[in-house]
């Protein structure tokens, strides 16, 4: 028991160290875990070989983390994305088998060992990549879109590379294999049994999650919610999990594959939200162990021993994965930075490659040593990922910022009497109010991303920097009534409030403010009107609160009103109070006095509020009253 203890404390020790400091430096936590793996493997000897054993444990986070990934899918959403499932899954997927086919047979291996290995390849990382993808947000992307279809596609993949697989046995290893004997640790309820036996068992068991998933788990979530207990919910979400992974291995099945199905299917449940959170600390830290595995599992004397060999190995299926991936994303017409996200993303061997490598050992596909070699280049080919994305955030999306940047302003031949500059979601909503009411505007934007949605649904929208003069004079300020400002640069907001009270005092300019200092900044530049970004979304948020809390509508109305009222009354003693402070934070003890007077009086109008809405309400109440008395006579 000391031993397992001591195992667990070293493993925690090097993620608690390594993956803080490697978040820190931008690398992503993916990385922190293959150097902590790799410290307290290789490099210090602190594990041995538990690792491949925890390895096999720790793969389960694979599993959880599909099962999450289904959860937010609706089935619909899974029909809408067919095309990139089925078209870039299934074109990267062949084109990569074929290729890496190619190679290995031109490097002196017999066709059935070269297939097995272009099938290994030809997966990539699910864990590495939606993670990465998760904590740099670019899940919502194009390139990120198209590469979670591909691995979905990928995922699915495995079931027939593990039918077709011992089909490939050679047979002076096959008869290696049955002298060396079974190892008994795998079960199966399919070995054995003719071809139309088994897709009977395959599709009785995809069936089992599918249909039993939708009409039989609700009834257990209720019967388990019904005690209260969090951790009874919690064991049975694990039970959940643990049961769909052993049901899809006894059948010879993905169960990575099976808990995305089950995801899909409980997705409309009511108690999806309740077991994303009981499920995700378990998926966090078993991927965590998984990448550290992966790191301490490395081979040090086979390392030294072909070193140049394996090196060569996964810079070549890099690039073999990375081209196919660059040239599929030219069929499907993935533009600019989210093309290169594509092949980056996905040029790494995958998780499952160790799972496939295992399993062709032990149908006597592959032998033991070309195993141990290919073992190491699915793990330095994961290992180098993150350099890949840091390639992509360091290298790649700033080249095409400044491509976009490069770009020539628009020629701007219509004038209007109001200038918007940007238009996000806070410039779209004053810009479509304006022309409701037949006032001319000109809309500028640096975002040429955005320039072009815009034109797509029909807004006249043109490229350029509003805060530059120049701009502002080619889109006619000379001959505008207003300005607008809804741009993200705070500086640059301040920037040209001064410029054009300045140099055309006659332009009224409006703008927003992202908080009470910025407004402040933007009054002191001498802006007509400032209005905070969540203000007024903040005051309705809070009055339907009430409301659905039971409080009166005109009880809630009255509220938010004698808000407003005392906001607007002591905004200019703060902002008086803003300018007087000389320090550089403009927050000196004056201020925050008056702040704490100001959240004094808001909590007694809200009061004084209540107390006059209450007799209103109630007056109210007697005529409605009075009118249903009267419809009864």
């Given at each position: 028991?000391?031993?397992?203890?001591?195992?667990?404390?070293?493993?925690?020790?090097?993620?608690?160290?390594?993956?803080?400091?490697?978040?820190?430096?931008?690398?992503?936590?993916?990385?922190?875990?293959?150097?902590?793996?790799?410290?307290?493997?290789?490099?210090?000897?602190?594990?041995?070989?538990?690792?491949?054993?925890?390895?096999?444990?720790?793969?389960?986070?694979?599993?959880?983390?599909?099962?999450?990934?289904?959860?937010?899918?609706?089935?619909?959403?899974?029909?809408?994305?067919?095309?990139?499932?089925?078209?870039?899954?299934?074109?990267?997927?062949?084109?990569?088998?074929?290729?890496?086919?190619?190679?290995?047979?031109?490097?002196?291996?017999?066709?059935?060992?070269?297939?097995?290995?272009?099938?290994?390849?030809?997966?990539?990382?699910?864990?590495?990549?939606?993670?990465?993808?998760?904590?740099?947000?670019?899940?919502?992307?194009?390139?990120?879109?198209?590469?979670?279809?591909?691995?979905?596609?990928?995922?699915?993949?495995?079931?027939?590379?593990?039918?077709?697989?011992?089909?490939?046995?050679?047979?002076?290893?096959?008869?290696?294999?049955?002298?060396?004997?079974?190892?008994?640790?795998?079960?199966?309820?399919?070995?054995?049994?003719?071809?139309?036996?088994?897709?009977?068992?395959?599709?009785?068991?995809?069936?089992?999650?599918?249909?039993?998933?939708?009409?039989?788990?609700?009834?257990?979530?209720?019967?388990?919610?019904?005690?209260?207990?969090?951790?009874?919910?919690?064991?049975?979400?694990?039970?959940?999990?643990?049961?769909?992974?052993?049901?899809?291995?006894?059948?010879?099945?993905?169960?990575?594959?099976?808990?995305?199905?089950?995801?899909?299917?409980?997705?409309?449940?009511?108690?999806?939200?309740?077991?994303?959170?009981?499920?995700?600390?378990?998926?966090?830290?078993?991927?965590?162990?998984?990448?550290?595995?992966?790191?301490?599992?490395?081979?040090?004397?086979?390392?030294?021993?072909?070193?140049?060999?394996?090196?060569?190995?996964?810079l070549t299926v890099m690039l073999v994965k990375s081209l196919v991936l660059f040239v599929v994303t030219l069929f499907f017409k993935l533009k600019a930075a989210n093309r290169w996200l594509f092949a980056l993303s996905l040029a790494q061997a995958g998780e499952f490659g160790f799972v496939l490598l295992s399993f062709s050992g032990q149908n006597a596909v592959l032998p033991a040593?070309?195993?141990?070699?290919?073992?190491?280049?699915?793990?330095?080919?994961?290992?180098?990922?993150?350099?890949?994305?840091?390639?992509?955030?360091?290298?790649?999306?700033?080249?095409?910022?400044?491509?976009?940047?490069?770009?020539?302003p628009d020629e701007i031949k219509e004038k209007g009497t109001v200038i918007i500059a940007g238009i996000g979601r806070f410039g779209q909503i004053v810009n479509r109010l304006l022309l409701a009411n037949n006032i001319k505007t000109v809309v500028l934007d640096i975002r040429s991303e955005q320039i072009d949605n815009m034109r797509r649904i029909g807004t006249q929208a043109y490229f350029g920097d509003a805060s530059k003069p120049d701009m502002l004079h080619t889109a006619g300020i000379e001959h505008a009534s207003m300005l607008v400002i809804a741009i993200n640069d705070k500086e640059s907001s301040i920037d040209m409030v001064k410029y054009i009270k300045h140099a055309y005092p006659r332009v009224k300019v409006l703008s927003r403010a992202f908080d009470r200092g910025h407004g402040y900044r933007l009054r002191q530049a001498g802006v007509d009107f400032v209005v905070s970004e969540t203000y007024h979304s903040a005051l309705e948020m809070g009055a339907e609160a009430l409301r659905s809390l039971g409080i009166h509508p005109i009880q809630a109305k009255k509220q938010v009103a004698a808000y407003k009222a005392i906001e607007a009354k002591q905004s200019d003693t703060l902002y008086a109070a803003w300018l007087d402070d000389a320090s550089g934070e403009r927050i000196d003890n004056n201020f925050i006095k008056l702040f704490i007077q100001l959240e004094t009086l808001i909590q007694e109008a809200l009061k004084e509020a209540e107390k006059e809405a209450t007799p209103h309400i109630h007056h109210q109440e007697t005529v409605v009253n009075s009118d249903d008395e009267s419809v009864k006579k």
């Open positions: 028991m000391t031993g397992y203890f001591l195992q667990a404390f070293i493993y925690l020790v090097a993620a608690v160290i390594a993956v803080p400091l490697a978040k820190r430096s931008g690398l992503g936590s993916v990385l922190g875990y293959l150097v902590a793996g790799v410290a307290i493997g290789p490099v210090l000897g602190l594990v041995g070989d538990e690792t491949t054993t925890i390895q096999h444990f720790a793969e389960f986070g694979v599993v959880m983390m599909l099962f999450l990934v289904g959860l937010e899918l609706e089935p619909k959403s899974l029909w809408a994305m067919k095309t990139r499932l089925i078209g870039l899954g299934g074109l990267q997927l062949l084109l990569t088998t074929v290729l890496i086919t190619l190679l290995a047979q031109a490097l002196g291996q017999t066709l059935s060992v070269s297939l097995t290995i272009g099938l290994i390849f030809s997966l990539s990382s699910t864990a590495i990549v939606l993670q990465t993808f998760q904590e740099k947000g670019l899940q919502q992307t194009e390139g990120g879109k198209s590469a979670f279809s591909v691995l979905l596609f990928q995922d699915i993949a495995v079931i027939p590379m593990l039918a077709l697989i011992p089909l490939l046995a050679l047979p002076e290893l096959a008869s290696q294999h049955t002298d060396s004997g079974s190892h008994g640790n795998n079960f199966s309820l399919v070995e054995g049994l003719p071809a139309w036996l088994y897709a009977i068992v395959i599709i009785a068991s995809v069936a089992v999650v599918t249909v039993g998933g939708h009409y039989l788990s609700r009834p257990l979530f209720k019967f388990v919610a019904s005690s209260g207990l969090r951790e009874i919910f919690t064991a049975t979400a694990l039970m959940l999990m643990v049961g769909i992974a052993a049901l899809m291995s006894l059948v010879g099945l993905s169960p990575a594959l099976g808990a995305f199905l089950a995801g899909v299917v409980l997705a409309n449940s009511e108690f999806r939200h309740e077991l994303e959170a009981n499920v995700e600390p378990f998926k966090g830290l078993l991927l965590g162990l998984f990448f550290i595995t992966v790191g301490a599992g490395i081979n040090v004397d086979i390392l030294t021993e072909n070193a140049l060999i394996i090196l060569g190995l996964t040593g070309l195993i141990e070699i290919l073992s190491l280049v699915v793990a330095f080919s994961m290992f180098l990922t993150p350099g890949l994305f840091i390639l992509f955030d360091k290298v790649i999306m700033p080249l095409y910022t400044r491509r976009s940047n490069r770009r020539k």
